[in-house]
Each structure stands twice: as structure tokens, then as C-alpha cells.
């Protein structure tokens, strides 16, 4: 298996600018994950799908960011505009079932906002 | 509040020189306790989960344990392979998962 996969690996962008990341799931599971992780703020959940479905957004910042699982294999992160203070590493987690089971990452994917 | 701390920030090890890891919690009901360990430039790979009290699991020179306030991963004899991130994690019964700020391994030969 592929593993997680995530793209792109690393984005720049300026300030106000629409950012996309995406994520494809291990086959077969259910459940994705979004995490950010930064040096002040440690890793933290953004939201939670299962079966396509978003079952907790309580993590997700602010209305500039937003969360979609149009299928089984596909998520996005878009983050509509972008801020310098959202800089981090930003992962995506799959798992077979839900919240209770081990959770499969992706690489991540490092944003920089100028 | 929901909290998870883990200790030491960091640690630096000889090569064989066995120690352990803490992973400390206060949380309205835990489901579950996860290990994760995190090499730099990567994400976390999944090491344990531990569901009650009393609970041990075992893989090569790991051993994670679990009681009702704490987890600890215990390294028998670490090799400079072993050295990363170690990341605690644990699921409320609102099925929230919340991660430590991690405990950073540094194993010289």
C-alpha cells in the first residue's frame, strides 16, 4: 500500500492567497483526519470524517478554513486567505473505523504564508 | 480541562542506557491511550494503543504501560536508530484525541 499520500510536500504563498491541500487516504478506510502541528502548539486536530462525513470541526480555527470529502479517497484543506500565522505543517490521518483506532499519517505538508 | 503533558521535553541517552518516558493525563473519561513516534521532516507512525488500566504492550526495545492517571514508555537498551519524537496521545469519551507536546530521544553510540 501507498500509504497516506498528501500534496503538495511544501507551498509558499503570500499573504490573502487561497491555499489548497490535499489528501488521499489509505484504501478501505473510513475515517480522515486534517492535523496541524506547530513548535508552540504541538499537533492538533482540525477535523474529523468518517464515511465522507465531517463529525468533528471543533478544531478548525476560523471560517477561513474549510474541510471537504467529496468521496471515499479525496480530501481538501483550503485555507481562504491565507495568514502568516497559519505557517505550520499541516497532516492528513486515515483509519480503518473510527476515532478509537490507530490513525496512519501522511508525510505532511509545510505551508509557508508571507 | 482536557490535558496531556509529557516528560522530559527532551532526553539524551547512551547507546544501551535504558530509561522511560511519561505521559501524564486529566481527561473526562479516557478511551484510549496512543504512542506515536515522529522522525523529523515526517509524519507520526503509530507505535501502541492501551485502553485500561494495567494494560502492557511490547514491540523490539518498547514496552508502553498504563494506570489511571499516566502512560509510560519504557526503551530497554536503546540503539541511535531509536531516536526521535515520541508522541502521546489520548481519546476523551467525546472522542476528541489530543496529543502531547512530545518527549524528544536522542540516543548516541
Known amino acids: 500500500d501507498a500509504g497516506v499520500i498528501q500534496s503538495p510536500r511544501h507551498e509558499v504563498t503570500e499573504m490573502g492567497q487561497e491555499v489548497t491541500l490535499r489528501c488521499k487516504p489509505i484504501s478501505g478506510h473510513n475515517s480522515l483526519f486534517w492535523y496541524r502541528q506547530t513548535m508552540m502548539r504541538g499537533l492538533e486536530l482540525l477535523i474529523y470524517?468518517?464515511?465522507?462525513?465531517?463529525?468533528?470541526d471543533s478544531g478548525m480555527p476560523e471560517d477561513r478554513f474549510s474541510a471537504k470529502m467529496p468521496n471515499a479517497s479525496f480530501s481538501t484543506l483550503k485555507i481562504q486567505p491565507s495568514e502568516p500565522r497559519d505557517s505550520a505543517v499541516y497532516f492528513c490521518?486515515?483509519?480503518?473505523?473510527?476515532?478509537?483506532?490507530?490513525?496512519?499519517f501522511g508525510p505532511g505538508t509545510r505551508l509557508t504564508v508571507t | 480541562e482536557d490535558q496531556v503533558t509529557q516528560s522530559p521535553e527532551a532526553l539524551r541517552l547512551q547507546e544501551g542506557e535504558s530509561s522511560s518516558l511519561n505521559c501524564s493525563y486529566t481527561v473526562s473519561g479516557l478511551r484510549g491511550l496512543f504512542w506515536y513516534r515522529q522522525d523529523p521532516g515526517k509524519g507520526p507512525e503509530f507505535l501502541f494503543t492501551?485502553?485500561?488500566a494495567g494494560e502492557e504492550k511490547e514491540k523490539e526495545r518498547l514496552k508502553a504501560t498504563l494506570t489511571k492517571k499516566e502512560s509510560f514508555l519504557h526503551i530497554t537498551a536503546p540503539k541511535p536508530e531509536d531516536s526521535a519524537t515520541y508522541l502521546c496521545?489520548?481519546?476523551?469519551?467525546?472522542?476528541?484525541?489530543?496529543f502531547g507536546q512530545g518527549t524528544e530521544l536522542s540516543v548516541k553510540p
Open positions: 490521518a486515515s483509519s480503518y473505523g473510527d476515532s478509537r483506532f490507530e490513525q496512519y
Open positions: 492501551l485502553y485500561s
Open positions: 496521545a489520548v481519546q476523551t469519551q467525546g472522542g476528541k484525541l489530543i
Open positions: 470524517f468518517n464515511n465522507n462525513v465531517p463529525i468533528d
